[in-house]
């Protein structure tokens, strides 16, 4: 069960979230969230998931593996955290953890009942707009528990500022 949402009450503060990985459409995600957080006074989060190693390794191989993903996570997040502040100027709240993207996605979104608007944005290549786009587009959008907002890929930095 989804907590209400209670991002618009008193003592609370809408939460913008951005899901943070090595996609070339991240950065305009992460662009219009930021612009759109500063112009509404939101707060940014920022999530980054590391994927557990696939196969079961010995002799703490796959400890090492998983600390290498994190690691890698919050390196991306850093990236993306310097890149809010300097569109924005706001600090943004870094999250890491590891899973399924999707799965952790709607965790934390279960457990932060500030967090009012996912920013995605599409991918513009052959494969389509990207694994998470078309899972939350798709037969789970009628159930999600907040509003999704999806940046098109082709968009210029210009465009994004204007729309944000």
Known sequence: MVKRRRSYETG?????????????ECAKAIRFAARRCARVGASIV???VATPPEHETWLGVGEVMQAEAEAEAEKRLDVAAAAVRSLA??????????????????????????????????????????PLVSALAG??????????????????????????
């Open 12 to 24: 609370h503060r809408p939460k913008f979230l951005a899901v943070v990985d090595d996609s070339e």
């Open 46 to 48: 920022l999530l980054g």
């Open 89 to 130: 100027g706001l600090e943004p709240e870094k999250v890491v953890r590891t899973g399924d993207k999707a799965d952790e996605l709607v965790k934390l979104i279960e457990e932060d009942e500030d967090i009012s608007l996912l920013v995605l944005a599409a991918g513009t290549g052959r494969e389509g707009p990207g």
């Open 139 to 164: 037969k789970s959008s009628a159930s999600f528990p907040i509003p999704v907002a999806i940046v098109p890929g082709h968009l210029e930095d210009e465009e994004i500022d204007a729309l944000a």
